[in-house]
């Protein structure tokens, strides 16, 4: 059992930053796949970015590649998300995610064993 907490969310204006965090539970976390997805109201559950166990592989949506950096700190249990160059549609609950896989194995594989409880971002215009 993994238990994930996210926090960093919040309001920022067009083009700014925030870096989100997710906090994990337990001793192996270098054995899962580390993820994040967003959810904009009304809309789907959407992939953002993923890493892998070791930090080797790393997939990200096209919509936010040149901005957003994923990364983890597997001798902190925790995984980032730094969102540079931020806009408007990328307002949405972001939820941190983990995979039993340590890598899952090529673009739009990841899948979620385990969810967070989200974190809320803003941009305004």
């Known amino acids: 059992q993994v238990q994930l907490v996210e926090s960093g969310g919040g309001l920022v204006k067009t083009g700014g930053s925030l870096r989100l965090s997710c906090a994990a539970s337990g001793r192996t976390f270098s054995n899962y796949a580390m993820g994040w997805f967003r959810q904009a109201p009304g809309k789907e559950r959407d992939f953002v970015a993923a890493?892998?166990?070791?930090?080797?592989?790393?997939d990200y949506v096209d919509s936010v590649k040149g901005r957003f950096i994923i990364s983890r700190d597997n001798a902190k249990n925790t995984v980032y998300l730094q969102m540079n160059g931020l806009k408007p549609e990328d307002t949405a609950v972001y939820y941190c995610?983990?995979?039993?896989?340590?890598?899952?194995?090529?673009?739009?594989?990841?899948?979620?064993?385990?969810w967070g409880q989200g974190t809320q971002v803003t941009v305004s215009s």
């Open positions: 995610a983990a995979d039993r896989r340590s890598y899952w194995g090529g673009s739009g594989t990841f899948s979620p064993n385990y």
């Open positions: 890493v892998s166990g070791m930090r080797i592989y790393r």
